[in-house]
């Protein structure tokens, strides 16, 4: 016999369907609310947001320390095979498991050679990033010239060095010392494409350069006594874009030749801007802004926080 039921009531078999509906539901809400907890409590778990992401996430022991997370390889470029400089040491991480990296050049400065600054290329490697420490044509090259050379070093590392398919050709930078220093903003102001800047107590003479576009950190020292930082570093800084992500670290206790050795200071802000903007890894932006404060070894910061780019 057919059961007549009143109007809006609803048999027991559709009460109980509609509940089960109800419960698979609810399972299924709470589902993707744990798995949403727990990609948030699992490190690394965003990594996907920046595919250029390297290494674990970074503290302050980390950007200090002598090595970074990779283990790294060199290898020698002479003069011989290149042109447009003077040849150099790639420093880069042994492993490709995590894809290609960044890159840097890094210049040294007048009548010096790329052992003055050797100490950079396994320093920055380790973290994740190619570099190639370059010897210029002649000692005395000045600082247009030396801006030229860096740019023909990434140039060879990235279309033929052995390197280049560890190199994400998008993501360069420049760094030097000295006249090197100088020689950076100069690469900067002709390759606009350049993701990084850092001049470590630089000279030029052209102290204006509103023409950069690539995020900047400039070190200068407060005993400078060849490049004074009120001549150099401080006019470099203001002239930059006042739009421009930018900074400057003047060093305590320190002459124009403390970036030719190791220098955690120089080394921990330089990885900072390096992954921020190379990279594109907010994880540094900690260590950026805030700018540095006053301590033992920074004798004063200026800069644009928070960034941009």
Known sequence: ???????????????????????????????????????????????????????????????????????????????????????????????????????????????????????LGPRLASQGFVVFTIDTNTTLDQPDSRGRQLLAALDYLTKTSSVRSRIDTTRLGVMGHSMGGGGTLEAAKSRTSLKAAIPLTGWNLDTTWPEVRTPTLIFGADGDTIAPVATHSEPFYQSLPSNLDKAYVELRGATHFTPNSSNTTIAKYSISWLKRFIDNDTRYEQFLCPLPAVSLTVAESRGNCPHTS
Not at 21 to 35: F, I, Q
Not at 39 to 53: I, K, M, R, S
Not at 81 to 94: I, R
Request: aromatic share 8%; proline share 8%.
């Open 1 to 119: 016999m057919q059961q007549h039921l009143p109007p809006g009531d609803i048999s027991p078999r559709h009460r109980m369907s509609r509940s089960r509906s109800r419960l698979v539901k609810g399972l299924l809400a709470a589902a993707v609310a744990t798995a949403g907890l727990c990609t948030a409590l699992v490190p690394g778990a965003q990594a996907a947001d920046n595919p250029y992401e390297r290494g674990p996430a970074p503290s302050n022991s980390s950007i200090e320390a002598s090595r970074g997370s990779y283990a790294v390889s060199q290898t020698s470029v002479s003069s011989l095979s290149v042109s447009g400089f003077g040849g150099g040491t790639v420093y880069y991480p042994t492993s490709t498991a995590d894809g290609t990296f960044g890159a840097v050049a890094i210049a040294p400065g007048f009548t010096a050679y790329q052992s003055s600054i050797a100490w």
